[in-house]
């Protein structure tokens, strides 16, 4: 179905049995719709959509436009940090985040060990698993990658939005074999249009509570069964036709505490760093997918970075002001983060840190005003990426979601063992040790500088 000039959005076998966290990809590698578009497909019998055009956009002032993009690109290419994402993509930060913890496994209560993190490390990852950088339509800094594997002397090549993705839900959560087994996981995952990390997920809870004695399944640390139990939730056979359901699924079978929010696994651990990529775990509309990433996804920033930094976003000076009255509230920081981010996603820019960090309001509006020749300045546009979050809260509230789905899961409040010792939810500058009482005050705080009812809704 893909010709030039041409793109597909399709859904795989899981999407077409309507498991609930089916995706669907676009040309075979950029995934979308975790929480289940591909089931929602699924279900009108939408096996595929494709688009094209011959026309191009009509840009209000081309000079200035081409003004505004050349400085945003310039800033791109003379970062440090294009060319070390464009070898690596985000296994850059793989053996940093190891060691912080993000990279847990057991059910969220231990970091991964040093052997696992050196076999699915970036030294094997560049010299063995990968092929090339592939990435958006022109972007100065691709963070995607076709990768090999050769397996019982067959070489497979598989497209990865995130080999860090691949090698945490395979290597770390499922604790398959090696790489190259991970990266057969992965395709397989890909052809079935399966979301791969809350699968991974679910297989790591089912593994942790029988090698607790706490569950009679026939579940087992490999490849095989990993990609057994894959086939079997596709299909909904045995085992499969609960692991299709979710973490629901789980529940109504074996007793053990949920840690996920609104149905989907967290990614972000607030025990490690309480930034918005973590408290916004609990705020974002589609789920714990991710709260949006920004600098302060691992601790050591200063107040007057992370002052400069929500300056630079477009935050006013009543919310930075707020943010920082008693350390840093995480709600509030994670508030200004979302506009941010939703005026990006609302003019179609990337909001990938690599990218986005190249950015600021001002340049924003410059190119916003001579692609369109609507005057607005950064304030204003993200002012319009706020409403447009309370806009999708709206919906979400329609629903039937209310401020009890944005409760914090109680292992958050348990201590997260890491290379460095256990580690709690704390004030990101201060230290102090978060209570569940603490974080539901600063959700009541976040609704109310956001204008919402105290039930959580607009």
């Known amino acids: 179905m893909r010709e030039s000039g041409r793109s597909v959005l399709t859904i795989g076998q899981a999407g077409e049995n309507l498991v609930k966290y089916a995706i669907s990809l676009i040309d075979g590698f950029h995934h979308l719709g975790k929480a289940g578009l591909g089931a929602v497909m699924g279900s009108k019998n939408l096996k595929a959509i494709r688009i094209g055009g011959s026309r191009k956009s009509e840009i209000d002032d081309p000079n200035e436009f081409r003004k505004a993009v050349s400085e945003f690109r310039r800033r791109i290419i003379n970062d440090k940090l294009t060319k070390l994402y464009s070898e690596m993509g985000i296994m850059a930060v793989w053996d940093l985040w190891a060691r912080q913890g993000y990279l847990s496994w057991r059910m969220k209560s231990v970091a991964v060990g040093e052997e696992r993190v050196k076999e699915f490390g970036v030294e094997k990852y560049l010299r063995e698993i990968k092929v090339k950088s592939i990435g958006c339509h022109g972007c100065p800094s691709p963070c995607k990658a076709i990768l090999k594997a050769r397996i019982n002397g067959r070489e497979i090549k598989s497209a990865a939005s995130l080999y860090l993705g691949v090698a945490y839900e395979f290597g770390v959560k499922c604790g398959v074999e090696n790489a190259e087994k991970a990266v057969l996981c992965h395709d ?55 692991l299709a359901e979710g973490i629901d699924g789980l529940k109504d079978r074996f007793e053990f505490e949920d840690y996920f929010i609104k149905k989907i696994e967290p990614i972000f651990d607030p025990r490690v760093s309480s930034g918005s990529e973590s408290f916004g775990l609990l705020t974002n509309l589609r789920g714990s997918q991710e709260g949006p990433i920004s600098i302060t996804v691992l601790p050591g920033k200063s107040k007057e970075s992370l002052v400069r930094y929500m300056k630079r976003i477009g935050a006013s000076e009543r919310l930075i002001e707020e943010t920082f009255k008693n350390g840093m509230n995480p709600a509030l920081y994670t508030l200004a983060v979302e506009n941010w981010l939703y005026t990006l996603n609302g003019m179609g820019l990337c909001r990938r840190e690599s990218i986005a960090r190249n950015l600021d309001v001002d340049l924003l509006s410059k190119i916003f005003f001579s692609a369109t020749g609507i005057e607005a300045d950064g304030d204003e546009l993200v002012e319009a990426g706020g409403q447009t979050f309370t806009i999708a809260r709206k919906l979400n509230c329609r629903e039937g979601y209310s401020w009890k789905d944005d409760l914090p899961p109680r292992k958050f409040f348990e201590p997260l063992s890491t290379w460095d010792g256990e580690k709690v939810w704390r004030d990101y500058l201060t230290g102090k040790k978060y209570s569940y009482e603490d974080v539901k005050e600063m959700l009541r705080q976040y609704y109310k500088f956001r204008g919402w009812s105290e039930n959580g809704c607009p």
């Open 188 to 242: 397989f995952a890909n052809r079935y249009g399966i979301d791969a990390f809350l699968f991974s997920e679910l297989f790591d809870i089912l593994a942790t509570l029988k090698e607790r004695g706490e569950a009679e399944v026939d579940v087992r640390r490999s490849a095989d069964c990993v990609i057994e139990m894959m086939r079997k939730t596709v299909y909904k056979e045995g085992l499969g036709k609960m």
